[in-house]
């Protein structure tokens, strides 16, 4: 049934303006919302664990910063699914009206705040990660001279820092929460008010710049990377940790520009319009965009070498195994090319009859190590 009260008697959060509310009591959502968030949390407890060993075992600086700052992701992860899940799960279990339970505001205020944090900060951590994988892949003595584990930790409580303020701008007045279609869960609102899709305008903008961070800094990372193994500084350290980063880092930007992209974009439309958000789109949007805090734990706990070593030894190529096989890769096109110029000159030179029954000795060449074969480092 549809609830529509006089917005004189009516909190802003539930005040229907551009907005439309459908209290739907006999929703059927209660298995896939309890279904994601037991698998999500799961998911990153399990990559909380792996990560706790992993830093254990760690003795290099920079990927146990890296190690911190996918610890910060983890957790951001989990609360959100926790706090996020509770309510929704919450509100299908008991078919409570949210306008009886919550007349003063204070549990949809609680959980758009809530969605705007734990939505902007793994964006935010993905582009300081990126910025830092920047900084010690392209600026490595500087990096590992000026980066400690505390300010690492501190990196990480100043993105927490900037998203909650962000998320709290709506109780100083700049702009406010609604209840959203079907009245299981509260966002930001979009009215023709400045303030309200100023807020819009600025969540998203922050949520698509952060992305666009990662982006560029991390295609500039892995060229630089690329220029390491396969080009003529091959006197540097081995950096096969540093590909093992890169690797997860892309991975991370990848899953949040898919799953965050179309929201953000979506936001920002209606925002720049002024125009309110159709319900049924905003409601499966934000579900894609939770996807997000459910598949990052599985980044590490797949994508890392002892893993991949275990699952294909062959798929995991080293440092040296890549100089190798670009190294082989070369001759074989060298001699490629000899042989096909050779082959070009007898046919114009005049063959001297004399020697014409007169075999030459075939060349010995050396085959090349197969890439299996070749030694990874650990």
């Not at 459908?22 to 399990?46: C, E, Q, R």
């Not at 690492?152 to 929460?177: C, D, E, K, N, R």
């Not at 299981?184 to 600025?202: N, V």
């Amino acid at each position: 049934m549809s609830i529509m009260i006089d917005s004189s008697h009516t909190p802003s959060c539930y005040n229907n303006t551009t907005t439309s509310y459908k209290y739907n009591p006999d929703s059927k959502n209660v298995s896939y919302s309890a279904t994601a968030t037991t698998f999500g949390l799961i998911s990153n407890l399990i990559a909380f664990i792996v990560l706790i060993k992993s830093f254990r075992q760690t003795k290099n600086n920079s990927p146990s910063f890296f190690l911190i700052f996918l610890g910060g992701l983890v957790v951001t992860d989990f609360m959100g699914l926790l706090v996020s899940g509770s309510f929704v799960i919450s509100f299908h279990a008991t078919r409570i009206d949210w306008t009886e339970l919550d007349p003063t505001c204070h549990f949809c205020n609680f959980m758009g705040m809530s969605l705007v944090f734990y939505g902007l900060s793994p964006l935010l951590l993905g582009a300081t990660m990126a910025t830092q994988r920047f900084i010690g892949i392209n600026h490595p003595f500087a990096s590992s001279s000026r980066m400690t584990k505390r300010g690492t930790i501190s990196m990480v409580l100043m993105v927490w820092f900037i998203a909650g303020s962000i998320s709290l701008l709506p109780q100083a007045g700049f702009g406010s929460y609604h209840i959203q279609t079907p009245g299981s869960w509260c966002f930001l609102s979009m009215t023709p008010k400045t303030s309200d899709w100023s807020f819009a305008l600025l969540f998203s903008l922050v949520g698509l710049i952060s992305i666009a961070t990662s982006i560029l800094l991390n295609t500039v990372s892995v060229v630089t990377l690329l220029k390491v193994y396969c080009g003529a500084e091959r006197r540097q350290r081995s950096r096969d940790h540093e590909a093992e980063m890169m690797l997860q880092l892309i991975l991370i930007m990848t899953i949040s520009t898919v799953c965050w992209c179309p929201l953000l974009v979506f936001i920002a439309d209606k925002a720049i319009a002024s125009t309110g958000f159709e319900g049924d789109k905003l409601h499966c949007l934000i579900k894609l965009a939770a996807w997000n805090q459910i598949l990052d734990p599985w980044v590490y706990i797949l994508f890392r070498r002892s893993v991949l070593k275990r699952v294909n030894p062959c798929a995991v190529w080293s440092r040296t195994s890549i100089i190798s096989l670009s190294s082989s890769i070369r001759d074989n096109v060298h001699r490629s090319a000899r042989t096909s110029l050779g082959s070009n000159l007898r046919v114009d030179v005049p063959e001297d009859p004399e020697k014409s029954n007169v075999m030459p000795p075939s060349p010995t060449t050396s085959s090349s190590p197969s890439p299996c074969l070749i030694g990874s480092e650990s």
